[in-house]
Each structure stands twice: as structure tokens, then as C-alpha cells.
């Protein structure tokens, strides 16, 4: 008897289906168009002013350039300028970091509980940031006006003498540290409020079973719970000190940051030794130095935040 074997036949596939390979790089070209725009508009920029820091490059001729090596960085080491903007820079980010977060940690907190109208002042905690930069800045180097500002005039009125809060050091970067809090209190306290939320209430109702009162509650529960929060808005907020450009500039509008540099930051640094000097190629540098600067205090702040939560433990 003779038996027959039948070929096994590929399972015909479904129409419409497509091969398993085609599946595996779905994922990829979805993500693609995010790559390809931070090639194109974050990375290239980032190594081409790398590359044009290391040249001779000035705006009249922007096609020439000329090899120096590491001359434009050792010039910012010599020049007296740059080192007064990045002490300015430190100055005011301190003065607009440290209250800002301060009271926008005391606002979330009030918040926080159940209070009428509460919408409504969570939307008006937004309204500084949404203004505009040109706005805000101006309407602020009005009321910091010499002669004829707000400040000064509630200043007499209560018999003290006039402060000129665009050329003395000190009052003019305060000035510009009550811009930069006035427009970002608000942003920081709605992202703790967030993390407020976040924090389970049967903590709160332990600690008040304890016999903990609200200060004790806020310092030892709430504190602890939103460490994450702070170590990111004070992170974002040191980024923001280290790029300062658009307050500093209009509040008197030049690039010198006043008469004497008192307020010039080294953002301004950086538009005057492009734009008002022309020289490309040390702007660059300037831009790649304030670029290590800013990855140092991530990094810095990064390291804190970890060693106070090993305390901690």
C-alpha cells in the first residue's frame, strides 16, 4: 500500500496584515520626528557653537573664520566684564531664587487647605507668568523709577529719602530680582500645591492624632514630601537665574546693564560681545561657558538633594 505525503502550505496571510519587522519599527517611527527636530534644532546648534567658539568669527564677515583654539576662552578669564556678570548673575539669582521659592512654598501651603475661592486664586497665581516679559519689565522700571516712580514716592511719603534703583548696585539688582520673583512665585507655587496634593492624608491625621500643630505638620510631613518638588524647582530655577536676559535688558534698555555693569548678567554679557561688539566668536564661548555652568549646578544641586535624602533614611 503506498502512502503519499502532502507539502505543508504557509498559512496564507491575512489581507491588510503587515510583516513582523514592519511591527518592530513602528515604535521608532513614532519617536523619530522628536529626534530628528532636536538634531536639527538642538544638538547641531549646541556642537556648531562649540565649533565657532574656537574660531575668530566676527559679525560683519560671519563666513571668515579664523583658528584661535582656546584664545576666546582664555580672553574671558583675563576680561574684568565677564567676571562682573557672572558675580551679578549669582547676586540676583540668589536674591530672586531664595524668596521666590520661599513664599511660593508659603502660598502652596495656604492653598492648600479649603478656602473660599480657592479657583480663583490658583488662577490669579498664573496671571505673572502668563504676562509678558516686555510688559512686566516695564511697567516695573516705572515703579522703580528715580524721580518720578511709585517706590520713591511711597519712600517720601513715609519721610525716607529717594533710592536710585537704576544706579546704585545693590537696589538696581533688586529691582531686577523683584521682576524675576513677581513673574515666576506663582508658576513654583501651583507645582507645589501639585505636590502638596500628592502627599497621602492619613499622614496629616496621624501627625495631628500626635498632637502635631500645623507648623510641625508643614515642617515634618509636608517638608519631606515635596523634596523631590523643591530639588526641581530649585534646579529649574538656577537655570533660569544662569540664562537672565530679557528683564536685565529692558529695565534700563542697553546692553551694558547700566551705567557702570552693576546688573549685567552674563546673558546680557553675551548679546553686548555679540551684538553690540560684534565678536561672534567670543559670544560662543560665553554661551558654552554659561552651558557648563548650568550642567555644574544641576549636577551640584543633584548631589545635595541625594545626601539629604540618605540623611534621611
Given at each position: 500500500?503506498a502512502?503519499?505525503t502532502?507539502?505543508r502550505?504557509?498559512?496564507?496571510?491575512?489581507?491588510?496584515a503587515?510583516?513582523?519587522r514592519?511591527?518592530?519599527?513602528?515604535?521608532?517611527?513614532?519617536v523619530?520626528?522628536?529626534?530628528?527636530?532636536f538634531?536639527?534644532?538642538?544638538l547641531?546648534?549646541?556642537?556648531?557653537t562649540?565649533?565657532?567658539?574656537l574660531?575668530r568669527?566676527?559679525?560683519?564677515t560671519?563666513?571668515?573664520?579664523d583658528?584661535l583654539?582656546?584664545?576666546?576662552?582664555t580672553r574671558?578669564?583675563?576680561d574684568?566684564f565677564?567676571?562682573n556678570?557672572l558675580?551679578?548673575?549669582?547676586?540676583?539669582?540668589?536674591?530672586?531664587?531664595v524668596?521666590?521659592?520661599?513664599?511660593?512654598?508659603?502660598?502652596?501651603?495656604?492653598?492648600?487647605y479649603r478656602?473660599r475661592?480657592?479657583?480663583?486664586f490658583?488662577?490669579?497665581?498664573?496671571?505673572?507668568?502668563a504676562?509678558?516679559?516686555a510688559?512686566?519689565?516695564?511697567?516695573?522700571?516705572?515703579l522703580?523709577?528715580?524721580?518720578?516712580?511709585?517706590?520713591n514716592?511711597?519712600?517720601?511719603?513715609?519721610?525716607?529719602s529717594?533710592v536710585d534703583?537704576?544706579?546704585d548696585?545693590?537696589?538696581?539688582?533688586?529691582?531686577?530680582s523683584?521682576?524675576?520673583t513677581?513673574?515666576?512665585?506663582?508658576?513654583?507655587?501651583l507645582?507645589?500645591?501639585?505636590g502638596?496634593q500628592?502627599?497621602?492624608?492619613?499622614?496629616y491625621?496621624q501627625?495631628?492624632v500626635?498632637?502635631?500643630?500645623?507648623?510641625?505638620?508643614f515642617?515634618h510631613v509636608?517638608v519631606?514630601?515635596?523634596?523631590p518638588?523643591?530639588?526641581?524647582?530649585?534646579?529649574v530655577?538656577?537655570i533660569?537665574a544662569?540664562?537672565?536676559?530679557?528683564?536685565?535688558l529692558?529695565?534700563?534698555?542697553n546692553a551694558?546693564?547700566?551705567i557702570?555693569?552693576?546688573?549685567q548678567?552674563?546673558?546680557?554679557?553675551?548679546?553686548?560681545?555679540?551684538?553690540?561688539?560684534?565678536h561672534?566668536?567670543?559670544?560662543?564661548?560665553?554661551?558654552?561657558?554659561?552651558?557648563?555652568?548650568?550642567?555644574?549646578?544641576?549636577l551640584?544641586?543633584?548631589?545635595?538633594?541625594?545626601r539629604?535624602?540618605?540623611?534621611d533614611?
Amino acid at each position: 500500500m503506498a502512502t503519499t505525503t502532502s507539502a505543508r502550505l504557509p498559512a496564507a496571510r491575512p489581507a491588510g496584515a503587515r510583516p513582523r519587522r514592519t511591527g518592530r519599527l513602528a515604535p521608532y517611527g513614532f519617536v523619530a520626528p522628536f529626534f530628528v527636530l532636536f538634531a536639527a534644532f538642538g544638538l547641531f546648534p549646541l556642537l556648531y557653537t562649540a565649533y565657532v567658539s574656537l574660531h575668530r568669527v566676527e559679525l560683519q564677515t560671519s563666513d571668515r573664520m579664523d583658528w584661535l583654539g582656546l584664545r576666546n576662552y582664555t580672553r574671558l578669564l583675563d576680561d574684568p566684564f565677564f567676571w562682573n556678570a557672572l558675580r551679578n548673575t549669582f547676586t540676583i539669582g540668589v536674591l530672586s531664587t531664595v524668596p521666590q521659592l520661599l513664599i511660593a512654598l508659603g502660598l502652596a501651603h495656604l492653598l492648600n487647605y479649603r478656602l473660599r475661592g480657592r479657583t480663583f486664586f490658583r488662577v490669579a497665581m498664573l496671571m505673572p507668568y502668563a504676562t509678558s516679559v516686555a510688559a512686566a519689565t516695564l511697567v516695573f522700571a516705572q515703579l522703580f523709577g528715580r524721580d518720578y516712580g511709585l517706590i520713591n514716592w511711597l519712600l517720601g511719603s513715609a519721610g525716607l529719602s529717594p533710592v536710585d534703583w537704576q544706579a546704585d548696585t545693590w537696589a538696581s539688582q533688586f529691582g531686577v530680582s523683584a521682576i524675576v520673583t513677581w513673574r515666576w512665585t506663582g508658576y513654583n507655587a501651583l507645582i507645589y500645591l501639585a505636590g502638596m496634593q500628592a502627599i497621602p492624608g492619613e499622614l496629616y491625621e496621624q501627625a495631628a492624632v500626635d498632637g502635631a500643630s500645623r507648623w510641625q505638620q508643614f515642617r515634618h510631613v509636608t517638608v519631606p514630601g515635596l523634596r523631590p518638588t523643591i530639588v526641581f524647582t530649585v534646579v529649574v530655577s538656577t537655570i533660569g537665574a544662569t540664562q537672565l536676559f530679557g528683564e536685565p535688558l529692558l529695565y534700563e534698555g542697553n546692553a551694558a546693564g547700566g551705567i557702570s555693569h552693576q546688573y549685567q548678567t552674563l546673558g546680557l554679557y553675551l548679546y553686548e560681545q555679540g551684538w553690540s561688539f560684534f565678536h561672534l566668536g567670543r559670544a560662543a564661548a560665553v554661551a558654552w561657558v554659561m552651558f557648563l555652568l548650568i550642567v555644574v549646578l544641576a549636577l551640584a544641586n543633584a548631589a545635595l538633594a541625594a545626601r539629604a535624602g540618605r540623611r534621611d533614611r
